[in-house]
């Protein structure tokens, strides 16, 4: 009796990393079918979202391919799970990570559930992040490409969400992935990565902001309290910011550049520094909630060491944690800079992400 194959429905976005991602399973024998989702309606009569030109590049992918591509309209579900939990953390002065929420929310849950409804034993995505099962324990593993790790976006992901889940390009470089893409004749291979949050694209983020949030001004002041401007609201700045504070030209200061160095909700005052070195831009300390542990033996744990990480593409760096009640103190052995409340701290053990958890508070260095 032949053996049945496993159906496989892969996340196409119209980029290179999910184009090969389909390739590679087909290639090992897996029955592939590819899924477009879109997660935000362009009502706005602009173009800076290119969903229409990654669903013609996925199309021409999947033929190439000789595979189905199903298409579904995931924007509700965005708009509610994502969406405005993404504004609620601005109107609160934070500032979220919308594709952390997004691979929670969406493509590990509501894509996840639409494929079984095809059919599918596996889903897969293009993601640069290996799983292993260790003893019937799912562990989530940094890629094999360190610049392209995408582990730190996935750290939100419940442990059951990684179940059925294969991640083809994960043990492979971007470069060899484009090799692969160029080699099979795919139209994506020189395709450029898409940076930035779609719904965004090329608009300036406070432009696209300002259309969800109302404008609430007050002062920007100097760290010894004297009214240097005006703002038009918190939530268009965040931590460590230089650029757009339009603040210069300030009697019995230097010329050296200007940097967000805090955001006082109860005053609605944003106050700013001088110089990239300035002490209250840095900590070793931050309070964290909402945690998610993928290796659920953590959860269990009141104090262990391990590495973490503030944002993207930073070096794991050396900390202790500490659970208390709900939080987790992060005590780090280097000082970080531009640590921002709403932000992710993800934990990693090696190569293994541990889980992660939302930044509430920060310690400046300088207290």
């Avoid at 309606?41 to 992918?61: I, R, S």
Wanted: proline share 3%; with cysteine; aromatic share 10%.
């Amino acid at each position: 009796m032949p053996k049945i194959k496993k159906k496989v429905i892969v996340g196409m976005s119209g980029g290179v990393d999910s184009s090969v991602a389909a390739l590679l399973l087909k290639k090992k024998g897996f029955l592939v079918e590819g899924l477009f989702m879109k997660n935000w309606d362009e009502d706005d009569g602009t173009d800076y979202c290119t969903a229409m030109q990654d669903l013609q590049d996925a199309e021409a992918v999947c033929k190439k391919l000789g595979i189905k591509l199903n298409t579904a309209n995931f924007a509700p579900e965005y708009w509610e799970n994502v969406f405005e939990e993404f504004l609620a953390e601005f109107d609160l002065g934070r500032t979220p990570n919308p594709d952390i929420l997004c691979n929670r929310e969406i493509k590990f849950k509501v894509f996840k559930d639409y494929a079984e409804t095809l059919g599918a034993d596996f889903i897969a995505t293009g993601h640069y992040a290996k799983i292993t099962h260790d003893n019937d324990e799912i562990k989530l593993m940094k890629g094999f490409d360190d610049n392209k790790d995408q582990t730190y976006f996935l750290s939100a992901v419940p442990t059951d969400g990684f179940q059925n889940v294969l991640f083809p390009i994960g043990d492979i470089t971007k470069s060899k992935v484009r090799r692969i893409a160029a080699e099979s004749g795919l139209i994506t291979s020189n395709k450029k990565d898409s940076t930035g949050i779609c719904f965004i694209g090329e608009r300036r983020f406070s432009d696209f902001l300002k259309q969800y949030v109302s404008k609430r001004p007050g002062n920007i002041i100097s760290e010894d309290n004297m009214v240097l401007g005006k703002h038009q609201g918190l939530m268009f700045f965040t931590i460590g910011q230089r650029q757009g504070i339009r603040v210069g030209g300030v009697k019995n200061t230097d010329e050296a550049p200007w940097y967000v160095l805090e955001k006082r909700l109860e005053t609605n005052e944003l106050v700013v520094g001088q110089k990239n070195t300035n002490p209250k831009l840095y900590t070793h300390k931050i309070i964290a909630s909402k945690s998610n542990w993928i290796n659920g033996k953590y959860a269990k744990l009141t104090s262990f060491k391990c590495a973490a990480k503030i944002r993207y593409r930073q070096a794991d760096q050396e900390c202790k944690v500490e659970r208390f009640g709900d939080s987790y103190h992060v005590d780090f052995v280097s000082a970080q800079r531009a640590a921002t409340p709403g932000q992710t701290v993800v934990f990693y053990d090696g190569s293994e992400c541990l889980g992660g958890g939302v930044i509430d508070h920060v310690q400046p260095s300088s207290n």
